[in-house]
């Protein structure tokens, strides 16, 4: 078989970096679960017709079909790999509102796909991390201000092994909404799809398709740049947009009641996560389903990745026609995030492998006595393997080493009086050799299994 070319977009990670990526899932988990986010899985596939319903992806769904249909006939409803956790979990929450306890909290962690160029940080199979709150018919703004610290918590939880501080940047639809409007724009899901533009493209690009598409004047193309050049971490923020509202008379009762929960959110972030919390009026989050509060959440010295986990307020994604379920949600891009910490070098395994004890095998004839200490040690939490051929013990020593394991293990044997000799683990690092009793022999915390730890 000649040597396959590799797929860009697919990442595959090897056996260290596999290991730091699970830290990061299960230190997530572990923090959704604390603040009592149930996990959930939905399937990988959903009919096209309703992955496209947003009409804005239709060009990132791969399409999922068998190569030979049955009777030559191809099935009746297209079907399309998810490309976010999101529309899945509108549909799961309608299918199965009648069992479930509003308001739902829940986190789910899944690969999902999409079909766009590949680049630094950006995958077309990648691994997601979810966490939505949704009521049924009304949700509390409290939430809005609950979900982004839990991220933040969440995210901070990662500080440890080496992950670098986090801005969480926030805005309020209803604030942009209400100043748009104030100043006399009507198309204001198009004035937040150029704003949302800005980092990628510069202002003077956005006033351009302001005016050229959104009908804005030239003025009212510097007002909405003036309110996204706004941003601070403490609640004299608010006091600056107002200021703006009012100098080109744009205050409305929907920009009011925007600065409200905003307040809100930034004073609540201010005690709980000093400085993490950040307003930033440019954060728009194109997509028309949000309604409220928005969120992206930047890396700090590694800005240029782009977001890795954004989300916001929605009120109507799931709705059955008579009944609503609003939500709050944030998402973190795994992928995008682990493939910064590898490639950065920022983190490592402390070994690649999770045995912590190789067992040594003097003779296939001892085999037996080997797997006996083998399984008495993971009897207690301890993981092992048993060495794959009964050569010299230096080659036995060399191959544990070669594979990154601390320890190995020497099980007694009998001598010419047949008393049986104490068994012995050596540290192959130090050199360390002494009597163990596999019994009540441990390693160290740090030994016991790999540690994700920070690159000096």
């Known amino acids: ?15 260290d970096g596999r290991i730091v990526e699970q830290h990061v899932l299960d230190t997530l988990r572990h923090t959704f679960e604390l603040h ?28 999922l079909s068998r190569l030979q249909e049955e009777n030559g006939q191809s099935s009746d409803k297209q079907l399309g790999l998810h490309f976010d956790l999101t529309v899945p979990f509108a549909r799961y929450v309608l299918e199965n509102a009648g069992k479930l306890a509003f308001p739902l909290k829940r986190y789910q962690i899944q690969k999902v796909w999409r079909g766009e160029r590949p680049q630094d940080g950006r995958f077309r199979e990648f691994i997601q991390a979810d966490i939505d709150v949704v009521g049924a018919g009304e949700l509390p703004y409290h939430f809005e201000v609950e979900v982004p610290l839990v991220i933040a918590e969440a995210l901070g939880s990662l500080a440890g092994i080496g992950l670098p501080p986090v801005r969480i940047l926030v805005n309020n639809r209803r604030v942009a909404e209400g100043f748009y409007r104030g100043i006399g724009l009507d198309d204001v899901e198009g004035v937040l799809r150029q704003i949302d533009k800005l980092d990628k493209i510069g202002p003077e690009k956005v006033s351009g398709l302001l005016v050229a598409e959104c009908g804005a004047t030239e003025d009212q193309a510097k007002a909405c740049l003036a309110l996204a050049s706004i941003s601070g971490s403490d609640v004299g923020v608010i006091a600056e947009v107002r200021a703006l509202a009012e100098s080109h008379g744009a205050t409305t009762e929907l920009l009011e009641t925007g ?13 709980r996560a000093p400085g993490v919390v950040v307003a930033d009026l440019k954060i728009a989050r194109g997509l028309d389903y949000y309604t409220g509060s928005v969120y992206e959440t930047v890396l700090v010295g590694h800005e240029q990745l782009g977001s890795i986990c954004s989300g916001g307020r929605y009120d109507t994604l799931a709705s059955d026609g008579r009944n609503t379920y609003p939500g709050v949600g944030l998402s973190i891009g795994v992928s995008r995030l ?13 070994r690649s492998v999770p045995s912590a004890v190789l067992v040594a ?19 207690r ?7 794959p051929s009964a050569a010299k013990f230096g080659k036995q020593i060399k191959y544990a080493d070669r594979r990154g394991i601390p320890f190995v293990w ?8 047949g008393v049986v000799g104490a068994d012995q683990v050596k540290d192959i690092r130090s050199g360390e050799q002494v009597d163990a009793d596999a019994a009540t022999w441990e390693p160290s915390d740090a030994d016991r299994w790999p540690q994700v730890v920070p690159v000096p």
């Open 1 to 15: 078989m000649a040597k396959p070319t590799p797929l860009s977009g697919f990442p595959e990670w090897l056996p």
């Open 36 to 63: 009592g986010f149930a996990g959930i899985e939905t399937r990988a596939v959903e009919p096209l017709d309703q992955l496209l319903r947003k009409g804005e992806t239709s060009k990132e769904v791969y399409l």
């Open 259 to 271: 600065l409200g929960e905003l307040e809100a959110l930034i004073a609540a972030a201010s005690e």
């Open 338 to 350: 682990v493939s910064r910490l590898l490639s950065a070098e920022l983190v490592r395994a402390t």
């Open 361 to 379: 095998v003097s003779s296939e004839d001892q085999r037996v006595a080997s797997d006996a200490v083998a399984t008495a040690l993971r009897a």
């Open 381 to 387: 939490d301890i993981p092992v393997e048993v060495a």
């Open 410 to 417: 020497f099980p007694g044997t009998a001598g010419e009086d």
